[in-house]
């Protein structure tokens, strides 16, 4: 009966254990460079992270040196930010990047404000 209960609590453990290790918030904190695959090519960004827990702030600075300022979380390892912006034809326009972090790099996809969906990846620099 002693190895039956010890060989549960074992068990009850090492599950807890691999649950909590996949619910660790990836650390996204710092500089990273992000390629959007538009229609035109591929477009750098400079992305800084500032990670609070599950919360970011972002700021994306494009290839222009335009700046933009956003929001987002990041929950495990998928992340979400959206930032706000003029389209080519002055409205202003919601980008959702969404996708999914490994280590030191990340992808995914974006929604260009309903118009389009792109893919994305960036490497922390």
């Known amino acids: 009966m002693r190895k039956a209960s010890f060989a549960l609590l074992l068990g009850i453990v090492l599950c807890s254990s691999a649950l909590l290790s996949q619910a660790k918030t990836a650390d ?6 992000l390629t959007v695959q538009s229609q035109r090519g591929p477009i750098v960004w400079s992305v800084n992270f500032a990670q609070d827990g599950e919360k970011l702030a972002v ?8 700046e933009f300022k956003g929001e987002g979380t990041i929950k495990g390892s998928e992340i979400q930010w959206s930032i706000t912006r003029k389209s080519p034809q002055g409205d202003q326009i919601t980008i959702i990047y969404k996708g999914k972090v490994e280590g030191g790099t990340m992808s995914g996809q974006a929604d260009m404000g309903g118009v389009a969906t792109v893919d994305w990846a960036a490497k922390k620099k």
């Not at 996204?28 to 460079?33: F, H, I, L, P, Q």
């Not at 700021?59 to 335009?66: E, H, R, S, Y």
């Open 28 to 33: 996204v904190n710092g500089d990273w460079e």
């Open 59 to 66: 700021a994306m600075v494009g290839p222009k040196g335009n």
